[in-house]
């Protein structure tokens, strides 16, 4: 009995021992994460500028899920390439993306900002659009930022 009890103790001590010896984790420099994610912002504005969904699709993971207003779900790189075609044949000229917050944690990320959208359609008058938007990002394998999960919507134009 004794010996069980002495086993017992040392089990528990060797895994009390082991649990608190763990190196920590390394704390995420936030400043670094906001401006990968804000370098990221920026490749996506310029992208539309050039008017080019193939760069703007590059900024997302294979995996990514984008949720539109008013639209189904659009899950992966092909279909939101797809999308980001339509959205720039439509008449997006300019987009405008300001980081309000950012938070992380291991892998992962998210922003929470506001975007202005310059709008053109062929044969009509520019137009405005102002929304906010919610990013999850995620960390690749290769150490850079990519949006895994992009929702938005617009401000009416009389707020």
């Not at 089990?11 to 670094?32: H, I, N, R, Y």
């Not at 804000?38 to 193939?54: I, L, M, N, S």
């Not at 980081?99 to 506001?114: C, P, Q």
């Not at 394998?141 to 992009?150: I, N, T």
Request: aromatic share 10%; net charge negative; glycine share 8%.
């Amino acid at each position: 009995m004794k010996v069980k009890t002495y086993l017992t103790l040392f089990v528990l001590l060797l895994g009390f021992v082991s649990f608190s010896c763990k190196a920590p984790q390394k704390e995420m420099d936030l400043t670094q994460v906001r401006k990968a994610i804000e370098d990221g912002d920026a490749k996506f504005c310029e992208a539309v500028r050039q008017g080019d969904e193939v760069a703007i699709t590059a900024l997302y993971t294979e995996d990514a899920t984008l949720l539109p207003p008013d639209s189904e779900i659009i899950k992966g790189k092909t279909a939101i390439e797809t999308f980001w075609k339509g959205g720039l044949q439509m008449g997006i000229k300019d987009a405008v993306l300001t980081t309000e917050d950012v938070f992380a944690g291991g892998d992962l990320a998210y922003e929470i900002g506001r975007y202005a959208l310059k709008i053109q359609p062929e044969g009509a008058e520019r137009v405005g659009q102002k929304g906010k938007y919610v990013v999850v990002w995620k960390k690749t394998p290769e150490g850079v930022w990519k949006l895994h999960v992009d929702i938005w919507n617009s401000i009416p134009p009389s707020q």
